[in-house]
Protein backbone atom coordinates (compact mmCIF):
# COMPACT_ATOMS: atom_id res chain seq x y z
CA UNK A 1 0.00 0.00 0.00
CA UNK A 2 3.05 2.08 0.70
CA UNK A 3 4.14 2.04 -2.68
CA UNK A 4 0.36 3.15 -3.68
CA UNK A 5 0.48 6.30 -1.50
CA UNK A 6 3.93 7.26 -2.85
CA UNK A 7 2.80 6.83 -6.77
CA UNK A 8 -0.51 8.63 -5.80
CA UNK A 9 1.76 11.80 -4.25
CA UNK A 10 4.01 11.76 -7.24
CA UNK A 11 1.67 11.88 -9.66
CA UNK A 12 0.00 14.59 -7.46
CA UNK A 13 3.09 16.40 -7.89
CA UNK A 14 3.65 15.79 -11.35
CA UNK A 15 0.55 17.45 -12.30
CA UNK A 16 1.31 20.20 -9.91
CA UNK A 17 4.08 20.92 -11.68
CA UNK A 18 2.70 20.91 -14.99
CA UNK A 19 -0.37 23.14 -13.73
CA UNK A 20 2.18 25.77 -12.27
CA UNK A 21 4.16 25.55 -16.02
CA UNK A 22 0.79 26.56 -17.66
CA UNK A 23 0.56 29.37 -15.30
CA UNK A 24 3.50 30.89 -17.36
CA UNK A 25 1.50 29.67 -20.95
CA UNK A 26 -1.99 31.72 -19.09
CA UNK A 27 0.48 34.86 -18.82
CA UNK A 28 1.96 34.68 -22.59
CA UNK A 29 -1.23 34.10 -24.11
CA UNK A 30 -2.83 37.37 -21.33
CA UNK A 31 -0.20 39.45 -23.31
CA UNK A 32 -0.46 38.48 -26.87
CA UNK A 33 -3.22 38.48 -29.40
CA UNK A 34 -4.50 35.13 -27.91
CA UNK A 35 -5.76 36.75 -24.84
CA UNK A 36 -9.31 34.24 -25.41
CA UNK A 37 -7.11 31.53 -25.00
CA UNK A 38 -6.50 31.88 -21.58
CA UNK A 39 -9.17 31.55 -20.31
CA UNK A 40 -9.44 27.65 -21.62
CA UNK A 41 -6.31 27.14 -20.15
CA UNK A 42 -7.22 28.75 -16.71
CA UNK A 43 -10.22 25.95 -17.01
CA UNK A 44 -7.53 23.30 -17.32
CA UNK A 45 -5.46 24.45 -14.77
CA UNK A 46 -8.09 24.51 -12.26
CA UNK A 47 -8.96 20.76 -13.80
CA UNK A 48 -5.94 20.07 -12.82
CA UNK A 49 -5.96 21.66 -9.21
CA UNK A 50 -8.66 19.16 -8.63
CA UNK A 51 -7.12 16.21 -9.88
CA UNK A 52 -4.14 17.05 -7.32
CA UNK A 53 -6.39 17.66 -4.48
CA UNK A 54 -8.13 14.46 -5.28
CA UNK A 55 -5.08 11.98 -6.07
CA UNK A 56 -3.28 13.57 -2.62
CA UNK A 57 -7.13 12.54 -0.88
CA UNK A 58 -7.03 9.10 -1.99
CA UNK A 59 -3.01 8.93 -1.20
CA UNK A 60 -4.16 10.63 2.44
CA UNK A 61 -6.56 7.79 2.76
CA UNK A 62 -4.32 4.80 2.79
CA UNK A 63 -3.08 3.30 5.72
CA UNK A 64 -0.23 1.32 5.71
Known sequence: MKAI???LQAAAADLER????LRGHVLYLQH????ADAAAVLGRIAGL?????DLRGVAD???Y
Open 5 to 7: HDD
Open 18 to 21: VSLD
Open 32 to 35: SIHQ
Open 49 to 53: RTSVD
Open 61 to 63: SIS
